[in-house]
């Protein structure tokens, strides 16, 4: 009877562990498709990150633009870290009472509780146990200074999904004798685009999980010298964004190298031999 108590015991951690992952889902990377956040005050503002990021946190705009989004990335013990569009973290400050946006990096100060309330809104908890608060409910500043939750301290989180389909690249491809010389036009997000990954497979469409590069290639060229003679190879290229998710795959070029034929030849009283 133990030994099936402990073992309930353990499967019950392991639901737990599961469904705080799966709560608010991050990005995966290599997708496409970005799931962000918006936080709502009782008053109609939005929490905004000023310039993307690197400033303070407010909470007076009334329309939602890039600032005004958030990903929601999960983190160990039921913790989440609030990221920018510019990939800065919401932090509460020294004094456990202030935030800004300025984190570059997820430690203590970077993590919180999201909870769910009853009125299907959710409260934001820093790691000191202490609620996030809009003052007047939205058009002041933001803090983290209150030891209960109200109406200041609800937001209404409203979910978007962005698309960077739009941003294909078109992929040409140049032999050589020994490689193949790739290059590509940007893509049209150029602004959060920090480079690009080159994918290769031997199957129309079945391009390996993993770039040919254990880098992200800065530039709209590349140069692969690691193939074989006669066989054929599918490329595509993919734009890598800021938040190290990626954009869509560009048009597929197959390329295949010859082998070289070496001769060589000698005289003869009748000619030449090869």
């Known amino acids: 009877m133990k030994k099936i108590k402990g073992f309930t015991t353990c499967v019950l951690v ?4 599961l469904s705080s992952l799966m709560a608010f889902p991050g990005y995966a990377y290599g997708s496409s498709v970005v799931e962000k956040f ?7 503002y939005y929490l905004c990150a000023e310039n993307g990021g690197g400033d303070v946190l407010t909470a007076d705009r009334t329309e939602i633009g890039p ?15 609030v990221k920018s569009y510019e990939g ?8 456990e009472e202030s935030l800004n946006v ?25 790691y000191y146990d202490k609620y996030v608060c809009a003052e007047d409910g939205g058009g002041k500043e933001v803090v983290a200074d209150r030891t209960k939750v109200g109406e200041w301290e609800s937001f209404e989180l409203i979910k ?29 997000s150029t602004k959060n685009v920090v480079g690009y990954n080159l994918y290769r497979g031997t199957a129309p469409g ?5 770039p040919i590069t254990d880098f992200y290639i800065e530039g709209t060229s590349y140069t692969d ?38 001769l060589s030849a000698k005289s003869t009283n009748d000619g030449i031999d090869l």
């Open 38 to 44: 918006s936080f709502k005050t009782v008053e109609g």
């Open 102 to 126: 300025e984190a570059t990096e997820v430690g203590k100060r970077q993590k919180f509780k999201l909870v769910e309330l009853d009125n299907k809104k959710v409260a934001l908890i820093t």
């Open 88 to 95: 800065y973290y919401l932090s509460a400050s020294d004094d």
């Open 225 to 262: 010298k690691n193939i074989k003679a006669d066989t054929k190879y599918y490329y595509v290229v993919k734009p890598v964004y800021k938040d190290k998710t990626l954009g869509p795959a560009s048009n597929e070029v197959e390329v295949i190298l010859k082998s070289s034929i070496i």
């Open 14 to 17: 392991l639901l737990l562990l």
């Open 206 to 210: 079945k391009q390996s999980d993993a």
């Open 160 to 188: 978007s999904k962005e698309s960077n389909a739009d941003d294909k690249c078109t992929l040409t491809a140049q032999t050589g004798d020994k490689e193949v010389k790739f290059t590509w036009t940007k893509a049209p």
């Open 67 to 81: 600032w005004e989004k958030f990903q929601i990335v999960n983190l160990s013990n039921g913790y989440v870290a």
